[in-house]
């Protein structure tokens, strides 16, 4: 990085120069002999080298030439005495370089200077005063810099300068008086500075005295106190940029004297007042921003005069009164921004006029009356937006020529009558805002033609009849809010297909009909609203694929589920898509089953009225929820002496939790809890468990799914273990949907209730456990030791066989009071003895005395 400090030499600043003035001299393409001139006409090198045309000057000292022999850089040796007279130098060009510190003082000293330019360099400091010196200046660039400090008054003594750049840089303090001497200059760009009203001065009124400036650039800075009205004598003015300051007062009606202006940028400044009508007189004006100021009264007729204009912002003011007529003389309007404002009266049918308008903006304002028909003929229009007013009226017709439009927005309004089949042809529309108004009649088919629509909003109207397929083909849909109208039949099946949506809201409709399976199609949904309608049937598993797989970040893969008040029956299979829920409402439907418990303690709320759930915890406390901290406190976390068994999979616990009740804990082995994999597959198996209706299957009523520890929670059986299984295992292996096996079958895992009646526990951890074949869980594969068949322990290949033969260790431990031990393997053997029944049985048990016994025994 290059350098100027104040104590720098000036010939060091030159050296530095040469390059870069060089580099102007030479634009376009710099010829190897104008680089030559360009040194002669230094008067750096003295004649006996700069004359002697034997040298060429890529020999000269200190100049560096690259391989085609074009000049790419200075560097006098260090002693090198300058030839030439400094004085005499007149263009110094040192734009875009890396300079960093101050301007040398030194700069004053360039008397024959006319072109100053150090724009866009990393230069600080003030500007020195010394540069009031330079009186044959006309160009004087210090832009794009970190100059600081304020303008120094000395500066009114350039009488020569033409162009003025200081902007874009940290200057402060007001603009000082004396600028106001500057007569010649054209060029005055003090933009993007911290300029700022100091005492009352705000813009100096002697800006008027410029009467030749072309070019006024203020924006950007703080300046405070009104526009002098001054102003009105720049009549060379072609552009003038106020725009965000602290400007106040209202805007001079001298303004109007500015007839060369064409850019007019008053934008973001407390302007008040109206808008002078002299401004029609501004008739050269391409660009008119007034926006953002507070800026009352009605839009002046004479702006119909303004027929050059392409850009017209008068957006967020507080304008009243109507659009006038007029408008429709500006031919030329590409932007039409009269948005936030107060306008009233109706949309003027003479907009017809304006054929070139791309973006319309009239919403939030108190436009009344009908869209005009006129507006048909904006056929170049992409946006149109009518948002938040009172317009009534239907949906003109004509709205279909609109071909272009991309963005459709008549959302709050009164518009009524039925959306006309005309929309149909509006294939470039995004969006489409029909909400909040009058709306009737059915939705018409050809809204299926809109197929580059992704959002369509065209809810609480009065919408009937039922939904069209057609809305099938709009494929890139991500959002259909229809919700709050009185829209009939069955939600299309076609819906369901659409595989980009991920805001789908029905709700207060009068929709009959099921939730086909075909819900599941919509993975990137993340909001289902099917509320207050008259769907019947089940809620279909299906639901379960809605887990989002749109996003990887959890926080946006959350899905809200509302199917509330509606007739859904049947049992709730959701625990799939339970983490990712971010609300649920099932309630006020003819839902029944058990409610999964962990959904009930994060959604308390959300089954709610429906009579046929299984109301377990109706009764209790709504605080005692089973909560892990309970578990641990009841189970002294997990504490030996609450283990009443211990299986492959996880150790049987048996504690009572704080509300009172006994329950039986399996908790999983820490190997599953520690495989990211499992927890799909868990909440897989625990929807299949409440699947399974069986006697003597023992009821799941809750599970905890934790980083520290996993666990399913059982109704205790009060009299421990074992005893008949076959009816369950058989139930399993042949009367479910799929065969399930168990994999741990031992007399752990076999409770008896107070009836004597035995219950499977924990069915299907087994088998879940499998569910991933790409894990590893060889360990768990063993099951229990002492119940697993050899060929199991070989194959690692579970089949129904090898949970009959954990059956038969379970009977036999039932007939011995003990685990057989090695009596099993003994019998296996073809060498193996007899074993008389009286030395296995039970010794607790009277031995049978009838013979028949005996044998049904054997
Ligand atoms: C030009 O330069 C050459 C080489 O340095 C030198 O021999 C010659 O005397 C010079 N001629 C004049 C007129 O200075
Ligand atoms: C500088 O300009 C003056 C007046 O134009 C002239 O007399 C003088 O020779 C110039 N000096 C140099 C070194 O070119
Ligand atoms: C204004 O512009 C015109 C046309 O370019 C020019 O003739 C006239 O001198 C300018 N006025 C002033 C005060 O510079
Ligand atoms: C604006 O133009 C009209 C004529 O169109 C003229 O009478 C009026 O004086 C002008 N106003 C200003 C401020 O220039
Ligand atoms: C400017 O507009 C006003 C009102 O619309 C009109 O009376 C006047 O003739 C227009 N002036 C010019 C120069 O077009
Ligand atoms: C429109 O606003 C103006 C100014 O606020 C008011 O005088 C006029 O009565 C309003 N017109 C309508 C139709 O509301
Ligand atoms: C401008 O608009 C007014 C009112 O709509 C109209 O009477 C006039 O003819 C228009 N002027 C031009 C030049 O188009
Ligand atoms: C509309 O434009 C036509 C010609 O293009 C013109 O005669 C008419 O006055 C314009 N209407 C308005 C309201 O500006
Ligand atoms: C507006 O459209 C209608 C119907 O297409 C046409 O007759 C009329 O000339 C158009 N108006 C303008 C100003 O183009
Ligand atoms: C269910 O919907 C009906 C009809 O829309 C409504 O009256 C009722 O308040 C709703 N009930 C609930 C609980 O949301
Ligand atoms: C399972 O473990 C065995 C032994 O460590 C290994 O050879 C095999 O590749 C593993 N299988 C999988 C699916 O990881």
């Known amino acids: 990085m290059m350098s100027i400090i104040h104590n720098l030499s000036l010939a060091v600043l030159i050296v530095i120069a040469f390059s870069c003035y060089n580099s102007i001299l030479a634009t376009p393409a710099p010829s190897k002999q104008s680089e030559a001139s360009a040194l002669l006409y230094s008067g750096w090198w003295s004649p006996s080298v700069a004359e002697n045309t034997t040298i060429p000057h890529c020999a000269w000292p200190g100049v560096l030439c690259d391989a085609s022999g074009s000049i790419d850089g200075i560097h006098l040796p260090y002693g090198y005495q300058i030839g030439g007279n400094l004085m005499n130098l007149t263009n110094l060009d040192l734009r875009g370089n890396q300079l960093c510190g101050s301007i040398p003082l030194e700069i004053g000293n360039l008397m024959s200077l006319i072109h100053l330019n150090l724009g866009r360099n990393q230069l600080s400091g003030s500007i020195p005063p010394e540069i009031g010196n330079l009186r044959s200046l006309s160009y004087l660039y210090f832009g794009g810099n970190q100059l600081g400090g304020s303008i120094p008054p000395e500066i009114g003594n350039l009488r020569?300068?033409?162009?003025?750049?200081?902007?874009?840089?940290?200057?402060?303090?007001?603009?000082?008086?004396?600028?106001?001497?500057?007569?010649?200059?054209?060029?005055?760009?003090?933009?993007?500075?911290?300029?700022?009203?100091?005492?009352?001065?705000?813009?100096?009124?002697?800006?008027?005295?410029?009467?030749?400036?072309?070019?006024?650039?203020?924006?950007?800075?703080?300046?405070?106190?009104?526009?002098?009205?001054?102003?009105?004598?720049?009549?060379?003015?072609?552009?003038?940029?106020?725009?965000?300051?602290?400007?106040?007062?209202?805007?001079?009606?001298?303004?109007?004297?500015?007839?060369?202006?064409?850019?007019?940028?008053?934008?973001?400044?407390q302007l008040g007042g109206s808008i002078p009508q002299e401004i029609g007189n501004l008739t050269s004006l391409i660009n008119l921003y007034l926006q953002e100021n507070q800026l009352g009264g009605s839009i002046p007729p004479e702006i119909g005069?303004?027929?050059?204009?392409?850009?017209?912002y008068l957006q967020e003011n507080k304008l009243s009164g109507s659009i006038p007529p007029e408008i429709g003389n500006l031919t030329s309007l590409i932007q039409l921004?009269?948005?936030e404002n107060k306008l009233n009266g109706s949309i003027p049918s003479e907009i017809e006029n304006l054929t070139s308008l791309i973006h319309l903006y009239l919403q939030e304002n108190k436009l009344v009356g009908s869209i005009p028909l006129e507006i048909g003929n904006l056929t170049s229009l992409t946006y149109l937006i009518l948002q938040g007013n009172q317009l009534s009226g239907s949906i003109p017709p004509g709205i279909g020529n609109l071909k272009s439009l991309t963005y459709l927005d008549m959302q709050g309004n009164q518009v009524g009558g039925s959306i006309s089949p005309e929309i149909g042809n509006l294939r470039n529309l995004n969006y489409f805002h029909l909400q909040g108004n009058r709306l009737d009649g059915s939705i018409p088919p050809e809204i299926g033609?809109?197929?580059?629509?992704?959002?369509?909003?065209?809810?609480?109207?009065?919408?009937?009849?039922?939904?069209?397929?057609?809305?099938?083909?709009?494929?890139?849909?991500?959002?259909?809010?229809?919700?709050?109208?009185?829209?009939?039949?069955?939600?299309?099946?076609?819906?369901?297909?659409?595989?980009?949506?991920?805001?789908l809201d029905l709700q207060g409709n009068k929709l009959g009909g099921s939730i086909p399976s075909e819900i599941g199609n919509l993975r990137s949904l993340t909001y289902l609203n099917l509320q207050g309608n008259q769907l019947g049937g089940s809620i279909p598993s299906e639901i379960g694929n809605l887990r989002s797989l749109t996003y990887l970040n959890l926080q946006e893969n959350q899905l809200d589920l509302d199917l509330h008040n509606n007739s859904l029956f049947g049992s709730i299979f959701i625990f799939t898509i339970f983490s990712y829920l971010n609300h649920l409402n099932l309630s006020y439907n003819r839902l029944k089953g058990p409610i999964p418990n962990n959904l009930r303690v994060v959604f308390p709320n959300a089954f709610l009225g429906n009579q046929d759930l299984n109301q377990f915890h109706k009764t209790q406390d709504p605080r005692r929820r089973i909560a892990y901290e309970d578990i641990i406190d009841a189970t002294e976390d997990f504490d030996l002496k609450h283990c009443i068994g211990t299986g492959g999979y996880g150790s049987v616990y048996r504690t009572r939790l704080p509300n009172g009740k006994v329950v039986a804990l399996k908790k999983l082995h820490r190997l599953e809890v520690e495989d990211s994999s499992f927890d799909e597959s868990f909440r897989n198996e625990v929807k299949h468990l409440t699947e399974v209706r069986h006697i003597s299957i023992i009821k799941l009523h809750d599970f905890c799914l934790h980083k520290r520890c996993m666990f399913l929670v059982y109704e205790y059986m009060e009299n421990g273990s074992l005893f008949d299984t076959a009816h369950a295992l058989s139930y399993m292996h042949n009367d479910c949907a799929r065969p399930i096996v168990h994999r741990d079958i031992s007399s752990n895992n076999i409770l008896l209730n107070s009836k004597?009646?035995?219950?499977?526990?924990?069915?299907?951890?087994?088998?879940?456990?499998?569910?991933?074949?790409?894990?590893?869980?060889?360990?768990?594969?063993?099951?229990?030791?002492?119940?697993?068949?050899?060929?199991?322990?070989?194959?690692?290949?579970?089949?129904?066989?090898?949970?009959?033969?954990?059956?038969?260790?379970?009977?036999?431990?039932?007939?011995?009071?003990?685990?057989?031990?090695?009596?099993?393997?003994?019998?296996?053997?073809?060498?193996?003895?007899?074993?008389?029944?009286?030395?296995?049985?039970?010794?607790?048990?009277?031995?049978?005395?009838?013979?028949?016994?005996?044998?049904?025994i054997v």
């Open 160 to 269: 020569s300068l033409i162009d003025l750049y200081l902007g874009g840089n940290q200057l402060g303090g007001s603009i000082p008086l004396e600028i106001g001497n500057l007569r010649s200059l054209t060029d005055l760009f003090l933009e993007g500075n911290q300029l700022e009203n100091q005492l009352d001065g705000s813009i100096p009124p002697e800006i008027g005295n410029l009467r030749s400036l072309t070019y006024l650039y203020l924006g950007g800075n703080q300046l405070g106190g009104s526009i002098p009205p001054e102003i009105g004598n720049l009549r060379n003015l072609t552009c003038l940029y106020l725009r965000g300051n602290q400007l106040g007062g209202s805007i001079p009606p001298e303004i109007g004297n500015l007839r060369s202006l064409t850019i007019l940028h008053l934008e973001e400044n």
């Open 449 to 503: 033609n809109l197929m580059s629509l992704t959002y369509l909003y065209s809810q609480g109207n009065k919408l009937s009849g039922s939904i069209p397929l057609e809305i099938g083909n709009l494929r890139g849909l991500t959002l259909l809010y229809l919700q709050g109208n009185q829209l009939g039949g069955s939600i299309p099946l076609e819906i369901w297909n659409l595989m980009s949506l991920t805001y």
């Open 756 to 856: 004597m009646q035995a219950f499977v526990l924990d069915f299907g951890t087994a088998r879940l456990l499998d569910h991933n074949s790409s894990s590893n869980f060889t360990t768990n594969m063993d099951g229990t030791y002492g119940y697993i068949a050899p060929k199991l322990a070989y194959t690692l290949a579970v089949d129904v066989k090898c949970e009959v033969y954990s059956f038969g260790v379970v009977t036999m431990e039932t007939v011995m009071g003990e685990h057989p031990g090695d009596i099993i393997s003994i019998l296996l053997t073809s060498s193996g003895k007899d074993i008389m029944l009286h030395k296995i049985l039970d010794w607790r048990l009277p031995f049978p005395r009838e013979n028949s016994v005996a044998r049904s």
């Open 305 to 312: 005069n303004l027929t050059s204009l392409i850009h017209l």
């Open 337 to 339: 921004y009269l948005q």
